[in-house]
């Protein structure tokens, strides 16, 4: 077997898990579910038919990856952090057919206990702190906190903190990495 799954986990028929990915306990995958290499799925994840998780992401314990939303490559969801696909839900009125779709880009992380509201984008690299809660699109990059999520800053591809204002032009090197960044009319972007 090209990927690890323990006993207590339900893997349904149809699902597709790459090389390399571990299935932990009282995992549940649906028949739909696209999943990359390299995955980790933490004890007690949901991951719904109309998922796609792409290559090492880590989605940590009591996720549920509800349809309709869309991992890149090197995602992390923190421990107990909620996805919702309906953005008005009523127990008495089926919406299904309004799932909105939600994406989180290449290298995001999504704090512990924070939610991400259905029909946002996360940007690339964007942090998004422990208990936030994102109603709005994320620029790759941002670092966002609070209830509503705001921005207060910028993060390095290799999770720090840069030192750069939230608005401007300026340009900064990540300490550990020596990768420069620039931010340029409001986006922060890595240079080569």
């Given amino acids: 077997m090209a990927f690890s799954v323990h006993p207590t986990a339900i893997v ?15 995992v549940h995958v649906c028949g739909g579910a696209k999943i990359g290499q390299g995955v980790s ?16 992401c880590k989605i940590q314990n009591n996720v549920s990856v509800y349809d309709n939303v869309r991992l890149e490559e090197g995602v992390f969801c923190g421990p107990s952090m909620v ?3 309906v953005f008005n839900p ?5 919406r299904k057919n309004e799932y909105r779709e939600t994406r989180v880009r290449r290298g995001a992380s999504l704090g512990a206990n924070c939610t991400i509201v259905c029909g946002v984008t996360v ?3 964007a942090f998004v702190g422990a208990g936030a809660v994102v109603k709005d699109d994320v620029p790759d990059y941002a ?16 999770g720090e903190r840069l ?30």
């Fill in 12 to 26: 349904d028929e149809g699902a597709e898990i790459g090389e390399g990915s571990r299935i932990w306990h009282w």
């Fill in 41 to 56: 799925l933490g004890q007690n994840v949901f991951v719904g038919n109309k998922v796609t998780i792409g290559d090492r």
């Fill in 83 to 85: 996805f919702t696909n």
């Fill in 90 to 94: 009523r127990a008495l009125i089926e």
């Fill in 123 to 125: 940007g690339e690299f």
């Fill in 143 to 158: 670092l966002m906190v609070g209830v509503p999520a705001r921005q207060i800053g910028w993060m390095s591809q290799f």
């Fill in 163 to 192: 030192q750069l204002p939230l608005t401007g032009d300026a340009e900064t090197v990540c300490e550990h990495t020596g990768q420069r960044y620039e931010l340029r009319n409001g986006r922060c972007i890595a240079v080569d």
